[in-house]
């Protein structure tokens, strides 16, 4: 009886759908329902829109046709993600976690403040991207309630034990050093007297960074310099050994992250991050510690958890 609830739901949902269309057949826009989950559809636009909204970073340099390109290429693996989150915002509902709008207003005006706009730059920056500003609201809520089950539902159930600190240190000696530092590899393009040369050898670095080649695979082939040969790996920097610029990089960079290209006199590097080092037997060490174990913990109490949502709902994606 459930399923035939289901089907009848997706059913009047698609000729919705369809009547819109046909009222609107004058329009380039056409909307289509994607998937239905427990008693929500979920439609094309909307899935464009959640792509928009989470990839944001990622494409704000893209060309509309790199833009599709990553998409199409993601589009499944976005579905499925945004199926997650329809589950998980049920379940926050459930348990009666929530989220005032005073608290999403004050989210967006962090935003302008960082970036520097005004509000009509800022409804002009999302009316671009195909968004309203509720569109963006309602986006921007998602997150921070899921956000809140997250920390109430599966995080705030992990235990961390002394022990577990520092049998880890133990068996991970590349933590530990004299001196605090961070481990790093790099692309370096020469300075050339062409500059559209260099940028174009640089744009190339970037692209197929963007398009989800490994660093290594990437240094190798295209850095100019010694590096090119372990695949852009330099090692350990000593936080003291380098200029504090530099320093002020990776310290404001996560584990993995990879950086804006830096323009110097020599040519342009792009760094990632690869690890951090820390001074031996120091609070910094054992708080990065128990960092590193409540995520691997998290990451497996967080499958465990999607997977009990998935198995009590009903979820259908269309062909």
């Given at each position: 009886m459930t399923r035939l609830i289901h089907f009848?739901?997706?059913?009047?949902?698609?000729?919705?759908?369809?009547?819109?269309?046909?009222?609107?057949?004058?329009?380039?826009?056409?909307?289509?329902?994607i998937a239905v989950v427990n008693r929500e559809v979920i439609t094309w636009s909307e899935l464009y829109k959640y792509m928009e909204f989470i990839s944001r970073d990622e494409i704000k340099n893209m060309t509309p046709d790199e833009k599709f390109k990553y998409f199409k290429k993601r589009e499944e693996e976005f579905l499925e993600r945004l199926i997650d989150?329809?589950?998980?915002?049920?379940?926050?509902?459930?348990?009666?976690?929530?989220?005032?709008?005073?608290?999403?207003?004050?989210?967006?005006?962090?935003?302008?403040?960082?970036?520097?706009?005004?509000?009509k730059e800022f409804e002009e920056n999302l009316?671009?991207?195909g968004m309203t500003l509720n569109d963006y609201k309602n986006m921007m809520k998602e997150q921070i309630l899921i956000?809140?089950?997250?920390?109430?539902?599966?995080?705030?159930?992990?235990?961390?034990t002394e022990a577990e600190i520092n049998s880890f240190i133990s068996s991970h000696p590349e933590l530990s050093c004299d001196e605090e530092g961070y481990y790093v590899s790099q692309i370096f393009i020469k300075m050339r007297e062409n500059q559209n040369e260099m940028k174009e050898k640089v744009n190339e670095a970037i692209k197929k960074l963007i398009e989800g080649e490994s660093f290594s695979k990437v240094a190798s082939q295209l850095s100019e310099d010694a590096s090119a040969k372990t695949g852009g790996a330099i090692g350990l920097l000593k936080k003291s050994e380098i200029s504090p610029e530099l320093a002020n990089v990776f310290s404001k960079m996560n584990v993995g992250q990879i950086s804006e290209p830096m323009i110097t006199v020599n040519g342009v590097y792009i760094f990632k991050l690869d690890g951090l080092c820390f001074k031996k037997g120091s609070e910094a060490?054992?708080?990065?510690?128990?960092?590193l174990i409540e995520d691997e913990k998290f990451k497996k109490e967080y499958k465990l958890w999607g997977r009990s949502l998935r198995q009590r709902a009903y979820i259908e994606i269309m062909d």
């Open positions: 009848i739901i997706s059913i009047f949902a698609i000729l919705f759908i369809t009547l819109i269309c046909q009222a609107e057949a004058n329009k380039f826009f056409v909307d289509r329902v989150t329809k589950l998980q915002m049920e379940e926050a509902e459930r348990y009666g976690i929530f989220v005032a709008e005073s608290e999403i207003d004050f989210a967006i005006n962090d935003i302008k403040k960082k970036y520097n706009l005004t509000d009316k671009k991207e956000g809140r089950a997250l920390n109430s539902l599966v995080r705030s159930k992990i235990i961390i060490l054992k708080n990065h510690v128990r960092t």
